[in-house]
């Protein structure tokens, strides 16, 4: 008869999250997965059968969790161009105020794994087509009400702006202040 589990697999799994956020894939051990977790190595692998199950387990929680909070500030009342500055405003002061800068874990996984990791490389394009579809809602609401012209390719738009948030994350790696980073969003907003 199997032993009933002692752990809350969400609880571990937020745990195995933080690792492979901050250290990406290859780098975090299995030992120091097991550490963070509470978990010693055979339940580890009972639970989640590799590193890379436990990986793909901690990157969907990141897009359920951790991304699902940044994008309902998009969801909030009021002009579009302000509730699209008040996200690239809260991710910029997000990343520079993380002393790790681990920036955004979808991205991390994009630039380590695409290309060598077909399951992970479509997880992390799941939150990029989840973003730019929040993106895009926004820009069609704001050419409904008339606060966006028309005329202009709102899929086009919601691209530009899944760019610039991608590159706003890679560049918040690197940045001393938020300076550079705001003239960016002021800039790309103009062009809305």
């Given at each position: 008869?199997?032993?009933?589990?002692?752990?809350?697999?969400?609880?571990?799994?937020?745990?195995?999250?933080?690792?492979?956020?901050?250290?990406?894939?290859?780098?975090?051990?299995?030992?120091?997965?097991?550490?963070?977790?509470?978990?010693?190595?055979?339940?580890?692998?009972?639970?989640?059968?590799?590193?890379?199950?436990?990986?793909?387990?901690?990157?969907?929680?990141?897009?359920?969790?951790?991304?699902?909070?940044?994008?309902a500030l998009l969801q909030?009342?009021?002009?579009?161009?302000?509730?699209?500055?008040?996200?690239?405003?809260?991710?910029?002061?997000?990343?520079?105020?993380?002393?790790?800068?681990?920036?955004?874990?979808?991205?991390?996984?994009?630039?380590?794994?695409?290309?060598?990791?077909?399951?992970?490389?479509?997880?992390?394009?799941?939150?990029?087509?989840?973003?730019?579809?929040?993106?895009?809602?926004?820009?069609?609401?704001?050419?409904?009400?008339?606060?966006?012209?028309?005329?202009?390719?709102?899929?086009?738009?919601?691209?530009?702006?899944?760019?610039?948030?991608?590159?706003?994350?890679?560049?918040?790696?690197?940045?001393?202040?938020?300076?550079?980073?705001?003239?960016?969003?002021?800039?790309?907003?103009?062009?809305?």
């Amino acid at each position: 008869m199997a032993r009933p589990r002692k752990f809350q697999p969400e609880a571990v799994v937020e745990k195995a999250m933080e690792v492979f956020w901050e250290k990406g894939y290859a780098a975090a051990t299995p030992q120091e997965l097991g550490e963070r977790m509470g978990l010693g190595r055979g339940s580890l692998y009972n639970t989640f059968e590799s590193k890379h199950g436990l990986f793909e387990h901690a990157l969907r929680h990141y897009l359920d969790h951790e991304a699902v909070k940044l994008l309902a500030l998009l969801q909030r009342p009021g002009p579009v161009k302000q509730r699209l500055r008040a996200l690239m405003l809260a991710i910029i002061e997000m990343d520079l105020a993380d002393p790790e800068r681990r920036g955004c874990m979808a991205i991390n996984t994009a630039i380590e794994l695409a290309g060598r990791d077909a399951s992970a490389t479509k997880l992390a394009a799941r939150m990029f087509d989840q973003t730019e579809a929040a993106f895009l809602a926004v820009l069609q609401e704001g050419q409904r009400t008339g606060e966006l012209a028309a005329h202009q390719d709102a899929e086009a738009l919601a691209a530009l702006l899944l760019n610039t948030l991608t590159g706003l994350r890679v560049l918040g790696k690197t940045a001393e202040d938020a300076t550079r980073l705001e003239r960016i969003v002021d800039t790309v907003l103009k062009a809305l």
